[in-house]
């Protein structure tokens, strides 16, 4: 079985959140998913677990970070183009979100973007040649 990932994100508002997760791609999983919580599928191996800040509460004795003035984790995801880059950061806006929060990835091999969801936490999307990846000299200059 492939080791899998489940990101854990405190949120104000689940709905809203959920909604956004949705707009930009997740599918909501009902198994795990229940008034405090909601599980967003990306893919078979990644899940955004969105909490409220009540349920995140119960995991760790630590503040919870507002994720519009701080960052601690930045989070990438692969798409399988440059075009689906663009149409996953162009949902974010429409769903509550903020699209190009940090500047675009521009490489001859990758490409990427970045999207804000509503509680600010920030997504990066990126597709890559991994082909052509190491032999690209202008990585190491990034």
């Given at each position: 079985m492939p080791k899998m990932i489940f990101v854990n994100l405190p949120v104000?508002?689940?709905n809203r959140?959920?909604?956004f997760y949705e707009a930009v791609g997740a599918v909501k999983n009902p198994q795990f998913s229940d008034e405090t919580a909601s599980?967003?599928?990306?893919?078979?191996?990644?899940?955004?677990?969105?909490?409220?800040?009540n349920k995140f509460r119960q995991f760790t004795p630590k503040p919870i970070a507002d994720a519009r003035t701080s960052n601690q984790v930045l989070?990438?995801?692969?798409?399988?183009?440059?075009?689906?880059?663009?149409?996953i950061v162009?949902?974010?806006p429409a769903a509550g979100g903020v699209a190009d929060p940090s500047p675009k990835d521009e490489y001859s091999?990758?490409?990427?973007r970045s999207f804000?969801?509503?509680d600010g936490?920030?997504?990066?999307?990126?597709?890559?040649?991994?082909?052509?990846?190491?032999?690209?000299?202008?990585?190491?200059n990034a």
């Open positions: 104000t508002d689940l959140a959920t909604a599980c967003m599928v990306f893919s078979e191996t990644i899940f955004a677990m969105l909490l409220t800040h989070f990438c995801l692969s798409a399988d183009s440059r075009s689906e880059v663009d149409d162009a949902k974010a091999f990758m490409y990427g804000e969801d509503p936490h920030m997504w990066g999307v990126n597709w890559m040649d991994l082909g052509a990846a190491p032999l690209q000299p202008e990585m190491a």
